[in-house]
């Protein structure tokens, strides 16, 4: 298919969110052979890629809102897909892309037509545990990835450069009572300064061999180096998209309560509506609830650092800080998506949701919800079908 309307693929590449968009074609540029003389930057880029179709390793792939037109694409219902964007033109992304939806009718026939793809090619089984994903986030992906029995280089995993600048406050206040206990008895104005540049590197990208006094204060060997910065990175991640959620959270709780569908609506509709209501409410409070649960884990053994002089407790927190990631990371990229979904479908001037339509959002926003192995109660049937 071709999309040359993908709301500018510039304007993704460059303003998108880390949990909507993974942008490929940048790891390319940053770490590939995109250079005139076709050497590679990255060397780990090319030996543990994602993807081992060229063209898959340099798409963009988001996770797309369906619109109404394209629910029909798929076989059962949902609000959300993964779209995987091949630029027309890498050097202008003006000029569009062709795109599909992975597991849309058709999946397995449409990628060997445009890339010679088998089905039975291992990149058809990591676009389904991508598809599986609530969110894009790096830290939820890599995990994913890895119980899928991938290990792709590190420089895949990036947070994007609009969320890079949107944390840099929130990290910077994070970091500075570390800042001050190394700086001692100097100025306030000294350790903030300090603690943006050092804000500054912990969001880097390519933090090379920036931090390697951290390395030393967290007693971090060379090789735990990159790992312990990576998994610090996703706490200092989840906590500010969590602070960022909150006061929309509450909003869209609040609107769950109280909108009402248009048109005719029967008891066991209404039934159904009522018991979703109250439902979703509660999950989406529990929800967050247990995000800062396990975020006061991490407040925890920062504060053993900070001010108890432990470097060697937070060290081992950011060490078996991976396991985390899985639950947080589903549990935000739910929330994440209600509070996306919800703004999006009920925006200033769009038309009322009726009954049917609803339903299907509710009952989307609660399978989001619910742990593994659980399932939401079924819609009646009479309307279901």
Excluded at 165 to 175: C, G, H, K, Y
Excluded at 184 to 202: L, N, P
Aim: one cysteine or more.
């Amino acid at each position: 298919m071709s999309d040359r309307a993908v709301r500018s693929l510039e304007h993704l590449k460059g303003s998108a969110s880390t949990a909507r968009v993974l942008n490929l074609l940048r790891v390319w540029e940053e770490n590939g052979d995109s250079r005139a003389d076709g050497a590679v930057r990255n060397p780990d880029w090319a030996a543990r890629p994602i993807f081992r179709t060229t063209a898959l390793n340099r798409a963009l792939f988001i996770k797309h809102r369906l619109r109404r037109n394209e629910t029909d694409l798929f076989t059962g219902r949902r609000q959300v897909a993964t779209k995987v964007i091949i630029p027309i033109d890498e050097d202008d992304l003006k000029t569009g892309g062709r795109y599909l939806f992975v597991n849309q009718i058709g999946f397995e026939r449409m990628m060997m037509e445009a890339f010679g793809v088998p089905s039975s090619h291992p990149d058809l089984e990591t676009l389904r545990l991508i598809d599986k994903l609530p969110s894009l986030d790096p830290f939820l992906l890599r995990e994913q990835l890895r119980r899928g029995g991938l290990d792709p280089s590190p420089c895949y995993f990036s947070i994007s450069d609009s969320d890079l600048q949107r944390m840099l406050a929130f990290v910077r206040s994070e970091i500075e009572p570390l800042v001050t206990l190394s700086l001692g008895g100097d100025t306030i104005a000294v350790a903030s300064d300090s603690a943006s540049r050092m804000a500054a590197k912990i969001l880097s990208n390519t933090p090379g061999d920036q931090l390697d006094a951290l390395r030393l204060t967290l007693r971090l060997a060379p090789e735990q180096y990159q790992e312990g910065v990576f998994c610090w990175k996703g706490f200092l991640y989840y906590k500010w998209t969590l602070s960022a959620l909150l006061g929309d959270v509450a909003a869209v709780a609040e609107a769950v309560r109280t909108i009402k569908p248009i048109g005719k609506t029967d008891d066991a509709a209404r039934e159904f509506l009522a018991r979703s209501r109250d439902v979703l409410r509660a999950r989406i409070i529990k929800t967050c609830d247990e995000v800062s649960r396990t975020l006061r884990v991490y407040d925890d053994a920062y504060a053993k650092l900070t001010r108890e002089g432990q470097p060697t407790a937070f060290r081992d927190f950011l060490l078996d800080a991976p396991a985390m990631f899985a639950k947080l990371g589903d549990q935000l990229g739910a929330v994440q998506h209600i509070v996306s979904y919800w703004r999006f479908r009920f925006a200033p001037g769009a038309p009322p949701a009726n009954v049917e339509e609803l339903m299907d959002i509710f009952m989307d926003f609660e399978t989001g919800l619910l742990g593994r192995g659980e399932f939401p109660e079924a819609i009646p049937g009479a309307l279901a079908a």
